[in-house]
């Protein structure tokens, strides 16, 4: 059964920093491409950021694109995102996802592809 845990969400004031962590556990990690994404309650889950399996392929949300990185450890089942600039527009329950196919085009944006989901963590982006 594969499994996967986030942590390091918290409350933070805008312009600050936090840095997420995904352990994958039960399956093979270093064949799924893994990805972020986040949810207001209310509202779609909504694509932030994607990592092929080794990590030359990066994919982004527009409006993150500049503030965010999306990273990889394979010897460690870990997949994280740094977010620096932090704004109150981030501030959601923060998904991290697992892929076991390759996608083209922007399929990779739908949470309808992703096999394998943690349980979220929140990020609380104050003014």
């Known amino acids: 059964q594969v499994r996967l845990g986030e942590s390091g969400g918290g409350l933070v004031q805008a312009g600050e920093s936090l840095r997420l962590s995904c352990t994958v556990s039960?399956?093979?990690?270093?064949?799924?491409?893994m990805a972020w994404f986040r949810q207001v309650p209310g509202k779609e889950r909504e694509f932030v950021a994607r990592?092929?399996?080794?990590?030359?392929?990066?994919y982004y949300l527009e409006a993150v694109k500049d503030r965010f990185a999306i990273s990889r450890d394979n010897a460690k089942n870990t997949v994280a995102l740094q977010m620096n600039s932090l704004k109150p527009g981030d501030t959601a329950i923060y998904y991290c996802?697992?892929?076991?196919?390759?996608?083209?085009?922007?399929?990779?944006?739908?949470?309808?592809?992703?096999?394998?989901w943690g349980q979220g963590t929140q990020v609380t982006v104050s003014t």
């Open positions: 996802a697992a892929d076991r196919t390759t996608r083209t085009g922007t399929l990779y944006r739908s949470r309808l592809v992703y096999s394998y």
């Open positions: 039960g399956g093979t990690f270093s064949t799924y491409e």
């Open positions: 990592i092929g399996t080794t990590s030359i392929r990066t």
